[in-house]
């Protein structure tokens, strides 16, 4: 096996093809179980409990030691914070799954709270304020390809969309959200390889998404208003894509379809014209599966003690504390997006 630095030099040699899915994602299982071995990686023990809230299943994901109190921020502590150091520069061997083309490597995520998440990211240093790209999506849709019921993919990108590292990356993680180990052997699938009765391997926000598809009658690929849900978020359903290569362009194309929809609304909402991520006026969440894609405009990255990435956006929100889950409970999610988010009216 190559050095980090090995697939680091090699970003810039010819490109590679992107690997096939069945390998693809024999690599991550392998590598997934012999990071956990090792200690490369660690899992965040959780319980998922379904929470109703305006005719959708809400899956939350919660940490199965619960904290009293959440932990306070880290200003908060009067500790010096560290210098931040750049994990995927260079990055853990031991976390390397694939090299996917010459301008993005496959990694696990080290703190993982599902198995087999991983991280799709620049082989070289990309800021993560930055759009999505043709490299990126075709990468990604590898990856959720790969995964044997689809993956969900997303992209934190803004200072209040819940990012959490600056380097440009797109996190997987497989399908379904309340369930990924059933994934692996597609048991909840029919014979014939189509869904079951129960089609798990949807995030929960797809009910809203097919209902607000079919009440705009959008065509796959044409973007559309989510009005059926009480936060401003734009979506598309997808039409069949294969190939990774040939899908990077058209994923792009709709990306910056509801990309620009979704800066258009914020500019109006803020009076703010020119809003970019890099100057901190335009934060977003973008999720992405095999059947749709969906932005959603961010105003705040926490509401009470609950913050929220583009997990939350899909229809699981993490929560680390007895407060956090009371608090969810009590409000419901869609009170917690809806708040994290920008409401359709002012």
Request: charged share 20%; glycine share 8%.
């Amino acid at each position: 096996m190559a050095t980090t630095d090995d697939h680091v030099a090699g970003a810039s040699a010819a490109a590679p093809p992107l690997p096939a899915p069945a390998t693809l994602w024999q690599r991550i299982t392998e590598r997934y179980d012999a990071a956990q071995r090792n200690a490369a990686a660690t899992m965040t023990e959780t319980n998922t409990e379904v929470v109703p809230d305006g005719g959708l299943q809400f899956v939350l994901r919660v940490a199965a030691k619960l904290r009293d109190k959440p932990k306070p921020p880290p200003d908060a502590s009067g500790e010096a914070k560290k210098e931040w150091r750049n994990p995927f520069l260079p990055y853990d061997r031991a976390l390397w799954v694939a090299d996917l083309a010459a301008s993005h490597v496959l990694l696990l995520n080290k703190f993982n709270i599902v198995p087999w998440h991983c991280l799709v990211v620049t082989a070289e240093y990309r800021s993560q304020l930055d759009d999505l790209d043709t490299g990126d999506l075709a990468a990604t849709w590898a990856v959720v390809q790969a995964m044997p019921r689809g993956g969900l993919a997303f992209y934190n990108c803004g200072p209040v969309s819940g990012a959490s590292q600056p380097h440009k990356h797109v996190q997987v993680v497989p399908l379904p959200l309340d369930d990924p180990e059933g994934s692996s052997d597609g048991s909840n699938s029919s014979s014939d390889g189509t869904p079951g009765q129960q089609d798990l391997a949807r995030p929960p926000i797809w009910q809203a998404v097919a209902a607000g598809a079919a009440a705009a009658g959008a065509e796959p690929g044409q973007p559309f208003e989510l009005r059926n849900l009480p936060y401003a978020a734009f979506a598309a359903t997808l039409p069949p894509l294969q190939q990774a290569d040939a899908a990077g362009p058209q994923l792009e194309a709709i990306y910056k379809q509801l990309l620009g929809r979704c800066t258009a609304f914020v500019e109006a909402r803020t009076g703010r014209q020119g809003a970019t991520p890099q100057d901190g006026s335009l934060s977003y969440n973008w999720v992405c599966t095999r059947d749709f894609m969906l932005v959603a405009p961010r105003r705040q990255e926490a509401e009470g003690p609950v913050s929220c990435n583009s997990v939350a956006f899909a229809g699981s929100i993490f929560v680390r504390s007895r407060e956090e889950q009371q608090f969810v409970r009590e409000r419901g999610p869609l009170h917690v997006l809806t708040a994290t988010g920008f409401p359709w009216q002012p």
